[in-house]
């Protein structure tokens, strides 16, 4: 299978290295089994360092960008050269994640518009697709707002709603754009109707699944560190969402995600 949004750096420093006790690496053990991950950098810095663990570990790929928590730092026009070199390689397969986030409120809107604008526009330049997050604060919906207005506005046609979060109206506008929509561990929490209520209608061939790793472990691993090979219980709560066999909606899924990637034209 392949893990479409993870986290491969966190992980590494959720582990305090790249071996674990028993000495081996973190990383290859992470991954085992899966055809491919596609690794988030999310700064300057991060993204060197995921493209570091690619350049280690056949199947990693790389989105590269600035996290909306730190969507100041895209102001920076050494910041913003170092990430459009960095995106300019063959391991990078999509652009972000960039986005709206007002539940921790570390940076506003605005800013974060801006951010998103100019990671829209580099996307556009490269061709790669664009990789969004949104999340609301508790009770909210102005971040899911902004990002619908954001990505019509950048009318940028290759893109995904990663961790989707449940709001009709974002996903609505993702839709009309030809985007696709992922979806995370929180899909298999008890909370999460809105969310399911999405995955099952969504058309097949927009689908996605990830982990998000190292953070939204799926049931009945949550609270603990997440990796990217629990990306097929989340496959799992999908199909059974869906009314299909697990195995061919894997097939769908990790088809859906070379096309996105391109990954058949980089491996």
Known sequence: MIDSHCHLTR????GSGLRDDTGDDVIASAIDGLEAVVSVGTGV?????????????????????????SASEARSAVNRDAIERIATTDAVVAIGETGFDDHWQDETLDTQLAAFEWHADLAARLDKPLVLHVRDR???SDASSAAARAIKGAGHRRGVLHCFNGDSRLYEAAMELGWYVSFAGNLTY????????????????????????????????RGTRNTPVN?????????????????????????????????????
Do not use: M, W
């Open 138 to 140: 508790q009770g909210g």
């Open 190 to 221: 008890k909370s999460a109707s809105a969310i399911r209520e999405v995955a099952e209608v969504a058309p097949l061939a927009r689908l996605l699944v990830e982990t998000d790793s190292p953070y939204l472990a799926p049931v009945p691993h």
């Open 45 to 69: 810095d991060d993204c060197l360092a995921t493209l570091e663990l690619a350049s280690a570990h056949a199947g990693v790929f790389v989105a590269g960008g600035v996290h909306p928590h």
């Open 11 to 14: 992980l590494v420093t959720a």
């Open 231 to 267: 990306v097929r219980l989340v496959a799992a709560k999908l199909a059974e969402i869906r009314g299909l066999e697990p195995s061919a909606l894997e097939a769908q899924l990790d088809a859906n995600a070379r096309r996105l990637f391109g990954l058949e034209a980089t491996r």
